[in-house]
Nanobody
Framework: QVQLVESGGGLVQAGGSLRLSCVAS????????MAWYRQADGEQRDLVAT???????NYTDAVKGRFTISRDNFKNTVYLQMNSLKPEDTAVYYC????????????????WGQGTRVTVSS
């Protein structure tokens, strides 16, 4: 069993900052990529940022220069530092991780957290 738990969301004024965290726990053998997605009300879920186990990072254009993704492999945790927040960043933010478990063999799947809501007021 694997679980991802996000935290750090909340209400912030435009121009402010928030730091999201996502901790993976359970019977984890290894974690490959970790990522943040977001989904605004009535919209599809979109990729925000990814970080691989080797540290390769990618961002969607909308957040480049404002958001920073990082991970702590010892803690199985991924972070998203969000600065200069804009009202259009308002969404539920979801953590996603590509995790390998060992259960009668190695099994790799993508797992999702439950989401944390970020609201940016103008």
């Amino acid at each position: 069993q694997v679980q991802l738990v996000e935290s750090g969301g909340g209400l912030v004024q435009a121009g402010g900052s928030l730091r999201l965290s996502c901790v993976a726990s359970g019977s984890i053998f290894s974690i490959k990529s970790m990522a943040w997605y977001r989904q605004a009300d009535g919209e599809q879920r979109d990729l925000v940022a990814t970080v691989t186990s080797s540290g390769t990072i990618n961002y969607t254009d909308a957040v480049k220069g404002r958001f920073t993704i990082s991970r702590d492999n010892f803690k199985n945790t991924v972070y998203l530092q969000m600065n200069s927040l804009k009202p259009e960043d308002t969404a539920v933010y979801y953590c996603n991780a590509e995790i390998t478990r060992f259960r009668a063999g190695f099994i790799t799947d993508h797992y999702w957290g439950q989401g944390t809501r970020v609201t940016v007021s103008s």
